[in-house]
Structure formats: structure tokens, C-alpha cells
């Protein structure tokens, strides 16, 4: 990796663990995965570069933590697709490398196919909770499964941190913030217009915003 690089994701990283630290969590631990629409619309968004700013800002906050310094990345559309983690040593062109190289961004938007990917991995996972930020840019197609899948999942040490991006929105996104029927809320929602605009430190203000809810919750009912 580049001098600058390297610079650049230790100011990333700076930055997101003076957000961690106003939510009373530097020395809480978890497992982040990033999860990434290659619906046909995030094309553009892939080809050119702001996905991989993305990887790269959500790199900066997974360094605050988890040991083993890497990310967990899934791709989903029609169907969903587990990537190799991502990390320091293997974080230079990224997106170019590993997702447009051997990925298509053309396929339908279906969360569920996600969410059973994510449920297959992690269920019953005793180690460190999985922290999921899920990034989409359109509504989906399979509310129904997605809905029952995320009541299931609400027993699990996972929480979800949706984030919509563009100018759609996201009702069904907006619903399962606030969904009834779950063991607790496993869910936080964001919107962004221009995801490669917001200010880093925003950007991570706002994806923390349900986290530390959701950790006070698991750990009174025990799943922590």
C-alpha cells in the first residue's frame, strides 16, 4: 500500500474513533462487514471510485474495532456473494481488483439474498458481534423474506446499519428501522444523498447513531 494511502486510512481511522469515543465505545469489539449493491444503478458508482472511498472509510472505523484488522465484504443483487476480507496490506485498488474484475454490476436489487448469506455465516456466532453496514441505492423486490428474515435475525449477535444512498426514499428501509415482531431492534437506518460528499466524521456519527442501543439491549437480554 502507498505511503499515502496508509496516511490517509490512519486519518480515517483517527476520525472515526473521535465518533466511537462521544458513543462510549473504544474498547468495544466487533466483527464489521461490509455489505454492497451491485444493482445495475450503483454501476457508476463502482467505475468511478466512490465505491472504493467507501471501502476505505468503512476500513478506517473497522480498525477501531477488530483485531485482526480487516472487513468482512458481500456483494448482493439477484443473488448475494461472500468476497475476501478486506484489509491494510490488500486495500489499494480494491473495488478495480477483486469486485469489477470478476463481478458483473447489473443484477436486480434483492436484500434477502444478503441477509441469508449474512444468516448462514454468523448464526450462532460466539465470538465477537457482527457489525453489518449495508449499502444500497434502491428499494428491493422480496419485502416479504426480507422482513421474516429480519425478525430472525433479531436473535442473532448481529445488528444491520442500513444506508441508502441517491435520491430514492427508502420506505422499506425506513420500516425496518422501526419493524415489530423482533426479539429486539437489530436495525438503524440512514439516508445520504451523496455518499461521497458527506464529511468523514459525519458519516461515522451517523452510523454509530443505533449502535450503542442495540448493544444495551443484546447485553440486558443476555445475547451479549
Known amino acids: 500500500m502507498s505511503v499515502e494511502l496508509t496516511k490517509h486510512i490512519i486519518d480515517l481511522r483517527k476520525k472515526a474513533n473521535i465518533e466511537i469515543q462521544k458513543k462510549g465505545l473504544e474498547n468495544f469489539k466487533a466483527q464489521v462487514v ?26 478506517g472505523l473497522a480498525l477501531n474495532f477488530d483485531d485482526d484488522g480487516n472487513i468482512d465484504v458481500m456483494l448482493f443483487g439477484t443473488n448475494a456473494y461472500q468476497l475476501p476480507s478486506v484489509s491494510l496490506s490488500d486495500l489499494d485498488n480494491f473495488v478495480q481488483r477483486v469486485i469489477l474484475s470478476g463481478y458483473k454490476i447489473v443484477e436486480a436489487t434483492r436484500y434477502s439474498a444478503a441477509l441469508r448469506l449474512i444468516y448462514g455465516k454468523y448464526k450462532e456466532n460466539r465470538s465477537d458481534p457482527v457489525f453489518v453496514i449495508f449499502i444500497t441505492d434502491g428499494n428491493n423486490s422480496d419485502k416479504r423474506e426480507t422482513t421474516n428474515l429480519m425478525r430472525e435475525l433479531s436473535k442473532e449477535r448481529i445488528f444491520f446499519q442500513f444506508v441508502g444512498i441517491g435520491k430514492e426514499d427508502f420506505p422499506f428501509l425506513q420500516k425496518l428501522d422501526e419493524l415489530d415482531g423482533r426479539l429486539l431492534d437489530n436495525a438503524g437506518f440512514m439516508h445520504v444523498d451523496d455518499i461521497s460528499s458527506i464529511e468523514d466524521s459525519s458519516l461515522y456519527r451517523d452510523i454509530l447513531n443505533e449502535f450503542p442501543e442495540w448493544i444495551e439491549s443484546a447485553n440486558r437480554i443476555g445475547i451479549l
Open 34 to 59: 461490509l455489505v454492497l449493491d451491485i444493482s445495475k444503478s450503483m454501476n457508476p458508482l463502482f467505475k468511478n471510485g466512490v465505491i472504493q472511498q467507501v471501502v476505505e472509510r468503512i476500513l
